[in-house]
């Protein structure tokens, strides 16, 4: 994880928090102190991991933690008073935010961050896989689409029109899709 936001009304447990993010490898560390300045910054920027140490000046800070965790490609560790752990990480575990009791020992920290790590390379993995998902997707629209003009200007089956795409992908050196759309472009205009 490179980029990490820390959110904390605290000063003093901003900068402990962020000497751990960066003896943890963290590079680019951000700190806030209330909810409503890290909405802002989370429209205008990224980041890999999350820390919400509450309560926040405006807001407790649960609330903040689900909303990251259901928008952003993030994850989240929000940081509550021991008293308060069982009630708000059972709301807020199913949202997949990580709960953490104050006060905080480096090695619970620690093992959270490794937790953490794990989690954004497999978001990341899974995010990546969607993207390729998405991308054949649109392949074989834009493919279906130049088989359907095909077949409409040139008469050909649905398989002659397949074959043509294959054959032109093959001696042009080139992917179905670009044929696909090379085709729709002679045809469309």
């Known amino acids: 994880m490179d980029r990490a936001l820390v959110i904390s009304c605290s000063g003093k447990s901003a900068v402990c928090l962020a000497n751990i993010l960066t003896e943890a490898s963290v590079t680019d560390i951000t700190t806030i102190s209330n909810a409503g300045e890290a909405r802002r910054v989370l429209i205008e920027k990224d980041f890999d991991l999350c820390v919400i140490n509450t309560p926040l000046p405006d807001e407790f800070g649960e609330g903040l933690a689900r909303n990251i965790a259901a928008q952003k490609v993030c994850v989240v560790i929000l940081i509550v008073k021991s008293e308060l752990f069982e009630k708000v990480s059972s709301k807020v575990e199913k949202d997949g935010v990580i709960t953490i009791p104050k006060p905080i020992s480096k090695p619970l920290f620690y093992n959270a961050l490794k937790l953490t790590s794990v989690m954004h390379r ?43 795409i294959e054959k032109q992908a093959m001696d042009m050196r080139q992917t179905r899709r670009k044929v696909a759309e090379e085709i729709l472009k002679t045809y469309e205009n």
């Open 122 to 164: 497999r978001i990341n993995a899974i995010k990546n896989e969607n993207r390729m998902l998405i991308q054949k997707i649109e392949d074989i629209r834009i493919i279906d689409r130049a088989k359907c003009i095909l077949i409409s200007h040139l008469s050909l089956s649905e398989p002659e029109a397949h074959r043509y």
